[in-house]
């Protein structure tokens, strides 16, 4: 079965840490760009960040650059999201998602478009 599971997400404080991660069964994740997404109450999805292909490349958002890592591990088949510095408007359900391509490159937070999306994991930031 193909999917992504996405698993990490709780309840934090504000100024906290939680490292989110996505794990792909039924393919690789070497030939995906692979991002990260999230979507709070009564607002559209946002692109959070992404990675390309082989990892070289990253893009954030604005709003959590300095404070957001995104990482890989092909030989987990795994992408990681590690988010420091917490504050409550980060709270949202996360998704990641996979894009196929040829193309080594992040050329935004987001991905115009995905083959794959997991089904959430909800992040939670308490003031």
């Known amino acids: 079965q193909v999917q992504l599971v996405e698993s990490g997400g709780s309840l934090v404080q504000a100024g906290g840490s939680l490292r989110l991660s996505c794990a792909a069964s039924?393919?690789?994740?070497?030939?995906?760009?692979l991002g990260w997404f999230r979507q709070a109450p009564g607002k559209e999805r946002e692109g959070v960040s992404c990675?390309?292909?082989?990892?070289?490349?990253?893009n954030y958002a604005d709003s959590v650059k300095g404070r957001f890592t995104i990482s890989r591990d092909n030989a987990k088949n795994t992408v990681y999201l590690q988010m420091n510095s917490l504050k409550p408007e980060d709270t949202g359900v996360y998704y990641c998602?996979?894009?196929?391509?040829?193309?080594?490159?992040?050329?935004?937070?987001?991905?115009?478009?995905?083959?794959?999306w997991g089904q959430g994991t909800q992040v939670t930031v308490s003031s």
């Open positions: 998602a996979a894009d196929r391509t040829l193309f080594n490159l992040c050329p935004t937070a987001g991905l115009n478009r995905a083959d794959y």
């Open positions: 990675i390309s292909r082989s990892g070289i490349t990253t």
């Open positions: 039924g393919f690789t994740l070497d030939y995906y760009r």
